[in-house]
Each structure stands twice: as structure tokens, then as C-alpha cells.
């Protein structure tokens, strides 16, 4: 019968005892030499990090990013749909009342008086930005930095959301990067 | 009285030259064990396809300095229970017997200015090249005080396998030797290198010799295949466990010292010392200094050659367990060498007659 095989790259082993030439190692040797030789013209595998960064796939889920608009308002209504979305159960907020007074700040009436994001319990799913309705919420291409305690990872409102796009130009432009929230209409 | 006068004179310019000689080759061999270190590390990653230091300065050029700034601010720890002499003692005897061996090889042709004659050799002696041989085994000491004022057993052990290594291998190196003593009829440096320069380099008349004192070279610097004595990881990095800060440096500086050394010894003895190949560069009409200064140049190539040899050997063989390695000294090369050496005898002896 014929032995059928996954490849044919299998080889037996050779357990002859070695011949006295075999057994002074050095035409072993020599070619373990020229392999190791070949190596050292090969293209180096090492990205030097500070300098160069490795680029992020297209669909790389970093940490996520509390939107305003055009105007500089938190488009944030407290809905509460990303918590609820999310597997992790990473989101808490608590919902306030607009004020009179306060429509440059808040888009709408209701707004998120606090929003925490435990990083330490996020998967980084994404499931909370395709759950927002008000395009509030995204997953940016930076990731949570190292911290000395659990406290530092749970990330406040202040934290996530963006700079002010009209008084902090070039911040926000900054944390836009290339991942922007499709707009809505 | 006054008729022997003559021999208390000392010859102040003599001594002055000597004294600058030395000096340059010592500061010259910490200079290229400092970047042997270096090329160690950097030819390793090139080897495994990565970059190598180069955060130190443009490529990483200072980071022998930031290691040695390293070991010298490193606490230093003599442990409570050990010979406190010898423990002192074992890392320095290293260092002096790494350095004295520099002391025969002639490091370039002489400098000839009319009447004025300069070698470039602190000390062309008749007895040369057993000087090293003689050098190299009290080496051992070094690393056996080292090991035993440890005061520790895994120390202990690793000197005692250090030695051991280091006593088989330098038999077969002996006997590769011999060889080419029947072939030149000198022991002097420089008549070996005068042979070599008349009648072609002695890798072209014992390739068989060269292989086997370039492995016993292998093992007497404790270099990978034959590094035993200080396996890092898995045999309690060796002779030199207890030791820390410089006292530490010492010992892996002294190494550095020993692989150049040995690379010009094999340089000098089998390739021709600081002869160019298949020209007669003593016909050009240069200028004397220049002449010198070109033929240490070509020296020095050689020896950065070796160097590098030696380094790709290291990353390239894994290292030999210790009953193989006892195999191969005395029952491949020991063989091997006394065959050869007979050969050799018996051509030397047909043809010369």
C-alpha cells in the first residue's frame, strides 16, 4: 500500500554512527557558517521604534474618543445605548439636564454629566461606536498608555473626549486622525 | 673597572622607545578589546537579522564606554567567606597575562632610516613563540585562583573544567606547531615571518595545522563551541559567578585581549604576519616610516579578519557538552596533530636532502 503523506518533506533520521571525518564537525560547520554568512546581507527585521512606527491596520480598535461637533458641543445624549451594547459592561454615565445657557456646550438637552470607561474591562470591541445614534463615540488608532495603578485606567470624561475643534485647532485635528466618525446626516 | 663600564651604560633612548612601544600596545589592545565588544554585539544581531546597539552615539559607536562606565559604577562585592588575596589576585593575574603575550609578536616590518633601526616588537627574543605558549598556561592560573577563592562549589567546578579545557587543547596546539617550527628552523617571530615572506605563507604548505591550532585558539580564549568554563545560563555562568563591577570586567575584558592576541599569533604564524601577498612591497621605494606604518596596516587587517571569524563562529555553533569536547581534543586532534607533525617531518627531511 501506499503511504500517503501531508508533505514530502518528512526525512528519516540517519542514526549510522559517524565516520571519523563526519565526527570533526567541520563540513557542518563550514555550512552552518555560509548559512549564518547569508543572514548578515539579509534585510534587518527590526523597526526602530521611537523613529518609525509600525502603521495600524485600517481597522485597528484603539481607545475611544468622546465627538463634539463642528461647533465644539459634546454630541453625547446619555443615552445610555453604548452601555447597554457593550459585552464588557466597561461603560457607567449619568445623565443631566441642559440648562439655559449652556446650548454652546451640550448639543442636545439631555448630556452626559459622567462618563467612565473602565480600560482595564474594555475588549475594545467597537460595539459601542456602532451603537451610538449620535455618532458620540469612537474607537480612535492610539491605545491606552502603561500605568502605575487600576485606578489611572479608568478613564473619566475629561480624558475621552476631543479637544475643542474651534479653541484647540490642531489637538483636535490630531485626535481626529484617520479614523473619523462616518457623518451622519 | 672602567673596562666593563660600558655594559651598566643604560641606553636611555633604548628604554624610551620600548617604553612608548609597550605603551601603544597596550592602549592599542584595550582599544580593539573595547570594540571587539561592540562588533560582538553588533555582528550577533546582524547575524539574526537585527540591528545591534545604536542608541549610544552615531551607530552605537559609544557603547563600549557606556558599558564600561557601567561596570565601574557597579557595586563591588568580595564575598565574606573568600580568600580575599586571591580573589583580588585572579582577575588581575588575567589581564597581565592576556596583555604580556603581545610582547613577542612583531607588529609591523622595523622602521630602517639610515643608521637609525626601530622594530616594531618589544622583544624580538630567540625563544619567541614558546614566550606565548609559556604566557597563555599560566593564564590558566587566573582563572583557577579566581575560581577557587570564590569559595563557592559551582565556581569551583568551573574552573576546574576551564583548566582542564584549556591544558588538553594546548597540546594539540603545541603539536600543530611544531610543524611549522620544522618548517622555518626558528622560534623567533620574526624569522618565522621572514620565512613566511620569502617562501609563502605557511597556511599554503599546513591548512591541516591551521585548522587545528585555529580550534585549540577557539578553545583557549573560552569561545563558543568551548565555552564552558563560563556557559552564561545553564552551567552558573563559570569561574566568575561571585565576581561583580570591574573585578567581573576584568575577567571578560581579559577574554577580548586574549581572542586578539591569539589573532595576531595566527596571523604572524600562518599568514605571513605583515606581509601583502603575492608582491614584494619592500620594491616600492616607500618612504620608512611609511613602509612600517603600511605594514602594521596590513597586520591589523589580518587580525580584524580573525576577529571577525571568531565572532560568526560564536554565533553560529551551538557548544559542545564536555565529553565531546574531550573527545575532540584528545582523540581527534591529538591524532590529527601528531600526523601531521610526522608528515611534515618527513618531507622536510626528503626534500632537504
Redesign the interface.
Known sequence: METIRLTNRAKAVDRRPMTFLESLYLWSIAKGMFTTLKHLFRKKATIEYPEEKRPFSPVFRGLHVLNRDAEGRENCTACGLCAVACPAEAITMEAAERLPGEAHLYREEKYAAKYEINMLRCIFCGLCEEACPKDAIYLSQTFAPANYGRKGFIYKKEELLIPHPIHQREAYEQALGDRKPATKA | MSLYMHLLAIDIWFILEKVFLIGVIIGLSFFIAMYTTYAERK?AA??????GP?RAGPFGILQPLADGGKLFFKEEIIPMTSNRFLFILGPALAMVTALITSTVIPWGASYVDGTTRIALQVADVDMGILIVFGIVSVGVYGIMIGGWSSNNKFSLLAAIRGASQMVSYELPMGLSLIAILLMTGSLKMSEIVAHQIQHGWHILYQPLGF?IFFVCALAECNRTPFDLPEAENELNFGYHQEYSSMKLGFYLFAEYINMFISSAVMATLFFGGYDIPFVDESAWGLSPLLFSLMSFAVLMAKVLFFLFVFI??R???PRFRYDQLM??GWK?LIP?SLVNMLITAALTLWLNK
Open positions: 555582528v546582524w547575524l539574526q537579522d537585527r540591528r545604536n585548522i560568526w563562529i554565533w553560529t555553533i573527545n575532540l581527534k590529527l
